[in-house]
């Protein structure tokens, strides 16, 4: 039961450049969250999703796009990356709702 | 819009030493309060959550109280440990039916051997 996982763990990225952020849980959880973590703001929700093909979006959802490929798996992507999304990204789940959420170790973003 | 402060953002102990770590929000209908910890390039461990209808939750030496009618929730960390030093959050939902979490931006706390 590895919980919630995270690829890659660290990224660098020219300005302009796309990647897609993977996030998969294995708790057969309901709902799933991105969130961005950077010094002095705290965690920032991006986008969630409450099931299984539905997505919204949450404080900070500009610059970015996610996908819920299934029940497991929930990614990101960046289409055209920016200096200001250099950041650490956390990917979530929880079974319904706003019950515990469980937190996958983080991806590390450079943006040049 | 609701906002979570936790004071102080900084604390340093030494070890065996009971404590306090103090988490406050501006809106008061809020449905459950967690307590998440980090430590350093981790993600979150959820540690406590309270849901509305309850004034404590305890795991082991940690107990966390809520009140939500002045806006505020406590962690209380019994004999301290080297262990323990991490940095401890609190969130909560973000408003009624949100699925959004509100977080604090945390208390950095160092446990002295």
């Known amino acids: 039961n590895a919980g919630v996982t995270q690829t890659p763990k660290f990224q660098v990225l020219k300005t302009g450049q796309s990647m897609t952020l993977q996030c998969a849980q294995d708790m057969n959880h309901n709902s799933m969250y991105w969130y961005r973590q950077d010094p002095g703001m705290g965690l920032r929700l991006i986008y969630y999703s409450a099931s299984e093909g539905t997505t919204d979006k949450g404080e900070v959802p500009n610059g970015y796009n996610v996908s819920r490929l299934n029940k497991r798996e929930f990614s990101l992507r960046l289409e055209s990356a920016a200096p200001s999304q250099t950041s650490v990204y956390f990917c979530?789940?929880?079974?319904?709702?706003?019950?515990?959420?469980?937190f996958g170790p983080g991806t590390r973003l450079l943006v040049l | 819009k609701q906002e979570v402060t936790q004071i102080p953002a900084a604390l340093s102990v030494p070890e065996g030493e009971n404590l306090v770590l103090n988490c406050s929000f501006t809106d008061s209908a809020i449905y459950n309060l967690q307590w998440f910890r980090q430590d350093p390039g981790k993600g979150l461990t959820s540690l406590l959550l309270?849901?509305?209808?309850?004034r404590e939750q305890t795991s082991g030496r940690l107990n966390a109280s809520l009140d939500k009618s002045s806006g505020r929730s406590t962690l209380y960390i019994a004999a301290s440990q080297p262990g323990d030093s991490a940095t401890y959050l609190c969130a909560v939902p973000a408003g009624a039916g949100s699925y959004q979490l509100t977080f604090g931006k945390g208390t950095k706390l160092s446990v002295i051997p």
């Open positions: 979530a789940s929880s079974d319904r709702g706003l019950l515990t959420q469980y």
């Open positions: 309270i849901q509305s209808s309850q």
